[in-house]
């Protein structure tokens, strides 16, 4: 049988034999625009210059913890007077601010407002960083990190900080169950459909974790205050609504820097991650949570300062004598409260993303500043200090060492660069983004 081509065939080889050409040839000349391409882009984009700044900030952390490990507590400004410091300060502000992660779940998944789930997984993996970050600062203020594990081992069910200790760990634990679908669904596991599966089958529990978070985390924030509000022989400290204002500031700063992160994700990758109205929504919320805040802070600073039986005009002067009175009025309560409230309140200015962005992180500055005050003015104040006493008493000095500036330095470069490397590639909005005009 003959296998001569026909003539159709013989008079359309030329032809397809030149298409393959082409085509072969615009492959070749696409491949080499794109190696020129890569060979032109430039070594230092500005991405990798923040995640090498954020690299250098962990070893610098790093090298203050091996110093820490070596020495001892020495090599910090800490001492028996001032025992807490930055350390403590960071530890507190770091699960106050994660503080959104229990908000936001238990408004989506226990009360099942769906219209807020945009942020839940956000709000989960900002929640992981801040006490993971706390441990690691925690670690390192105990002095003798080898023995983190005694709290589990030797019980004392009359102490507020070992009650602490067990709801921050069995807490961490379920931000851990939560993050895991978050990562599975990644597109390192593209290829591993069991992870994903299991995945699946976590993220179904996700109302029953939302319930632990809840309990486990109103214990633990509450007590955090209750830490400090219990001590009758520490009058700055020893009030009763301390605990409340400790839950109620940790829910608005752990909202708000929930919020802060997904704007500034938004604006860098010009790329909305929620809807204006629920933007608007959140930031009316907040406002809303700050001026509750302000009313019982005011309430117990007027309690403290002028229900006392010395006159209420020595009462003003020694409060205004009283440590960190400036940054207690100014950081905290004006630029931290009252500021943040009227923008987030006032329409025109919650509608403009710049503001909004200003008042979330002045509130975010003012729980860090809440926290340092909180620690600090008790300590620094001698336990005999009371607004009705008079008397030129001794007030202790605290100034961080170099060491402990370098450990803060090196977990805050480890949270920021975990949100970096997280926002770029985790799937942690689930809703397509919108174009930012």
């Not at 900080?161 to 978050?182: G, K």
């Not at 209750?226 to 009030?239: C, E």
């Not at 060492?401 to 660069?417: N, Q």
């Amino acid at each position: 049988m003959s296998t001569r081509p026909s003539v159709c065939e013989r008079i359309l080889a030329p032809r397809q034999m030149f298409i393959t050409f082409a085509r072969k040839r615009s492959l070749e000349m696409a491949t080499t625009t794109m190696q020129v391409n890569e060979e032109r882009k430039p070594l230092l984009t500005p991405w990798r210059l923040w995640i090498a700044v954020l690299v250098v900030m962990v070893f610098i952390g790093l090298w203050g913890a091996i110093k820490v490990l070596l020495h001892g507590l020495q090599v910090t400004g800490l001492s028996d007077q001032v025992p807490w410091g930055l350390w403590i300060t960071q530890d507190l502000t770091s699960i106050g601010l994660g503080a959104g992660a229990f908000t936001f779940s238990a408004i989506v998944y226990l009360f099942r407002i769906k219209r807020f789930e945009p942020m839940a997984r956000i709000a989960v993996f900002i929640g992981f960083l801040g006490y993971t970050s706390a441990m690691l600062a925690l670690a390192m203020d105990i002095g003798r990190p080898d023995r983190f594990y005694h709290p589990l081992i030797f019980w004392n069910m009359h102490s507020v900080l070992w009650e602490i200790t067990w709801c921050v760990i069995l807490y961490s634990t379920v931000l851990v169950m939560e993050f895991l679908p978050i990562l599975f669904e990644s597109a390192f596991f593209d290829g591993k459909p069991g992870w994903r599966k299991f995945g699946h089958y976590l993220h179904k529990a996700a109302p029953v974790f939302a319930v632990i978070g809840l309990g486990l985390s109103m214990l633990h924030q509450s007590s955090l205050g209750a830490t400090y509000g219990v001590l009758s022989g520490r009058a700055i400290w020893f009030k009763p609504s301390l605990p409340v204002m400790f839950i109620i500031s940790a829910i608005a700063g752990g909202i708000s820097m929930t919020l802060l992160l997904t704007l500034i994700t938004g604006k860098l990758s010009n790329c909305r991650k929620i809807t204006r109205e629920l933007q608007f929504e959140i930031s009316r919320i907040i406002g809303y949570i700050i001026l509750g805040y302000m009313y019982i802070k005011l309430w117990d600073w007027a309690a403290t300062s002028y229900y006392s039986q010395v006159h209420a005009e020595t009462i003003s002067r020694l409060q205004a004598t009283t440590p960190y009175t400036q940054t207690f009025w100014w950081l905290e309560i004006i630029l931290g409260g009252l500021v943040p409230a009227i923008i987030l309140l006032y329409r025109p200015l919650r509608h403009n993303d710049r503001y909004v962005m200003i008042a979330l992180g002045l509130i975010v500055m003012g729980v860090l500043v809440n926290r340092w005050n909180v620690t600090l003015s008790g300590l620094v104040a001698p336990p005999q200090w009371s607004p009705g006493v008079l008397g030129n008493l001794v007030v202790a000095t605290y100034i961080p060492s170099l060491t402990e500036f370098a450990v803060a330095i090196g977990i805050a470069g480890y949270a920021l660069l975990g949100f970096t490397l997280g926002a770029r590639y985790l799937p942690l909005y689930q809703a397509r983004c919108e174009i930012d005009e």
